[in-house]
């Protein structure tokens, strides 16, 4: 079974239905359902998420897919280990370099993204929700 870590802008161009982005990154939810792929996100994305969907919409609806989301994905921990790691690394941004430190450490297959020149330093496959449907 292929492991994938969502970057946080695959799952607000869901969540804010960004009309350029929302029909691939749907797509990769689409095949959640099908069991071929098992999906991980990180701890911190969640509080951005959250932010930014109840910033946009409102509370009650980032809380409802919050819970949704939690239901189908898997959520990693950022911890110190993390943390040391992604400071270490050659990222530039640092919020990049804790995403890519997370799926790194464990031990994920691909980074999906819409901004893969934020991942150029990562050990992993980055690839755009375009790329991994090709794939999947």
């Known amino acids: 079974m292929t492991t994938i ?9 869901i969540a ?6 929302f029909q691939h990154s749907s797509k990769i939810f689409e095949k959640l359902t099908e069991g071929r792929i ?3 996100l990180s701890a911190t994305s969640i509080k ?3 932010f930014l969907i109840s910033k946009e919409k409102s509370k009650e609806i980032a809380k409802e897919f919050i819970l949704d989301l939690v239901e189908i994905m898997q959520i990693l921990a950022v911890d110190r280990n993390i943390v040391i790691h992604a ?3 050659d990222f530039s941004d640092f919020e990049d370099s804790i995403q ?3 799926a790194d450490l464990n031990g994920i297959d691909w980074i999906i993204t819409r ?3 934020d991942f150029r330093q990562s050990r992993l496959q980055v690839l755009s929700p375009e790329e991994a449907l090709e794939r999947l």
């Open 38 to 40: 098992l999906c991980f």
């Open 87 to 89: 400071v270490n690394s």
């Open 115 to 117: 901004n893969k020149k």
């Open 100 to 102: 890519n430190s997370v």
């Open 48 to 50: 951005d998420i959250y």
């Open 16 to 21: 804010l239905e960004r009309p350029i982005f």
């Open 5 to 13: 870590f969502l970057d946080t802008n695959i799952i607000l161009d």
